[in-house]
């Protein structure tokens, strides 16, 4: 356990609230579906595998058995490496959700070999990035309509490694490099992150705050390609080296929950956070011209189209009115 972990200390309730959360059936995701069930929010569990889904469900619901004013626990299908599936996901939720009050954007896939998304994206910037941003788009109108309300996006403190090559974004044209693929990844959390506030502030649209953050070292899943894109054994020895600055993922969801919940950064939008406080990225993730890039580029890359996520309808206004 590091000498220092920050922890979000609010107990803010979000009994009538809904939030989703994506990649949630272990680590820190499941940690941050555990504190909002407990906090009363009516959770979607936004997993690909529905099966280690419904067991984190169950194993949530039996460790809150003793206590009071829980909320609701959902479970969906939703495959972040596939746009079909996060536009099916999408669709059920605007069709069956009146709102959304909370998105937190976490899950994610790290130093993988090199391999391609449904859609043929480079599989870290198309799952951590590309399907986050469409998510967030699909549901901003309603979210929107939700307010307050916070999109939450996981980076870490790895987008400070490396840029982000606008000229070859999937590996096409250059030699795959797993650990430059997943700070590319990361780095465009944080740049999307900005951007999502810059444009809701210049559409003069209040309420929807935004929030990227560096969750620590957690002792998690994530790892479990570095024995293939490093070399054998690379994940035991990282982990024995590390294993002094590691968090474990109930330490590691604090600073999503702090972003989701606290009142403290209720009125802050667009910034970076570790250790449930406001921290400066890299330089490079503070670039305004790279981050619309970054916006516009992803916007062709997942076809929205004509479609504007801040002038778009919600189309559950007239069933809720």
Same mark, same amino acid.
């Given at each position: ?7 979000? !200390?609010?107990?803010?309730? !979000? ?10 059936? $272990? ?9 909002? %069930?407990?906090?009363?929010? =009516?959770?979607?569990?936004?997993? =690909? ?11 949530? &619901? ?13 479970? &969906? ?12 996901? /999408? ?37 951590? #990035? ?16 939700? $307010?307050?309300?916070?999109?939450? $996006? ?10 982000? *090559? ?18 590319? /990844? ?17 559409? *003069? ?8 953050? #560096? ?9 479990? #390609? ?11 020895? !990282? ?18 929950? %702090? ?11 667009? !910034? ?27 916007? &062709? ?21």
């Amino acid at each position: 356990m590091p000498f220092f972990s920050g922890r979000c !200390l609010s107990t803010a309730k !979000l009994i009538g609230k809904t939030a989703i959360v994506t990649g949630c059936n $272990t680590g820190i995701g499941k940690e941050t579906v555990l504190d909002f %069930y407990k906090r009363g929010a =009516r959770v979607i569990m936004a997993c =690909r595998n529905l099966e280690k889904a419904e067991e984190a469900k169950k194993d949530i &619901e039996k460790s809150c058995e003793s206590l009071s004013d829980t909320g609701i626990i959902l479970v &969906e299908k939703c495959d972040l490496s596939s746009l079909k599936s996060v536009r099916e996901f /999408s669709q059920k939720v605007l069709e069956s959700e009146p709102q959304i009050n909370i998105l937190v954007n976490n899950a994610g896939v790290m130093m993988c070999p090199k391999s391609e998304t449904e859609d043929g994206f480079e599989m870290q910037f198309g799952t951590n #990035h590309l399907a986050h941003f469409l998510l967030t788009l699909l549901l901003l109108p309603r979210i929107k309509n939700s $307010t307050p309300a916070r999109v939450v $996006t996981v980076s870490s403190r790895a987008h400070t490694r490396f840029g982000i *090559n606008f000229e070859d974004l999937n590996y096409k044209k250059r030699p795959y490099s797993a650990s430059e693929a997943y700070s590319q /990844s990361k780095l465009a959390n944080v740049l999307f992150s900005r951007e999502l506030a810059n444009k809701l502030k210049n559409n *003069n649209i209040e309420g929807v705050n935004t929030y990227s953050l #560096h969750p620590g070292v957690i002792k998690t899943e994530l790892g479990r #390609h570095l024995d293939d894109t490093l070399f054998w054994g690379a994940r035991r020895m !990282l982990g024995f080296v590390l294993s002094p600055f590691m968090k474990s993922p109930e330490c590691g969801a604090q600073t999503t929950i %702090y972003c989701a919940v606290d009142e403290k950064c209720a009125n802050e939008t667009g !910034l970076y956070y570790s250790d449930c406080a406001v921290v400066s990225p890299a330089k490079k993730a503070l670039n305004n011209e790279d981050a619309e890039k970054l916006w516009n580029m992803s916007a &062709e890359l997942v076809g929205i189209g004509d479609y504007n996520p801040f002038t778009a309808n919600d189309p559950g206004v007239a069933q809720k009115n």
